[in-house]
C-alpha cells in the first residue's frame, strides 16, 4: 500500500524570411495577453489542489505533501516512473506529491537532467524523430503550434537539458489529464494543467530533475 512514507529512493519561399522584429514582438505580445485567460480557462472553479477533480483522477494522483527522505536536495524534481509521481522537495523536510503521466514504451529516458528554462503557454515543435515515427500525426506541425490550451504543452513548461544540450524532454501540462497516471506521450512526462501552474511557480531554473527507471521498482513502500 503506498503511503505518506512512500518516496524514492532511489512552398516555402513564400514564407521563409524571418518576421521583423516589431511584428514578431506583437505577435509575442498578443500571446502573452490571454495567458491569464488559459489560466482561468484550465483551472476550475474554487480550485483546491488536493480535492479537485473534475478530471476523474485516481485520488492518489491529486497534489498531495508528503515526508521526504533524508539527503535529497531543496528544489530538486523526482520522478517516480513506477509509482507514476513527480515530487517537488521542499527545504522543510517535506515535498509536493503530483501524479504523472510518462513515456510510452522505450520512448521514456531515464536520468539526471538540469531545468535550464521555463515557459508559460509555449509553443510546441515537435521532433524530427516524432515527425519521421508518425508523419500522418506530426507533420502539419513541423513549423510549430502556437502556445494555447490545446497545444500538447500545455500552460507550463519545464526543460530539460544535459548540460547546455537540449534534450527535448518537458515536464509540462497536458490538455488530456485523463492520460495522468498511464505511459502517454513521446518521452515528456505531462502533469494535469492546474497542477503544474502551481509547481511551475515553485521550481527555479538550475534545480535537478531526476527521472527514474519505469522498470526498476525504486520506492520504499510500507
Known sequence: MLTRRHFIRTTTALFSAALPASLAATQALGAQSKWAAWDAQVTPANFDPATTNPWGLHPRFLPTRVEANDGLVPGDVHVDAVARYLYHVGNDGTAM???????KGNLYEPGTYTIRRKARWPKWTPTKAMIARDPAAYEKYAD????????PLGARALYLFEGNRDTYLRIHGTPSPRSIGGRASSGCVRMVMAHIIGLYENVETGSKSILYPAETFISAQS
Open 144 to 151: 510549430g503550434q502556437p502556445g494555447g490550451p490545446t497545444n
Open 97 to 103: 506529491r503530483y501524479g504523472v503521466a510518462i513515456a
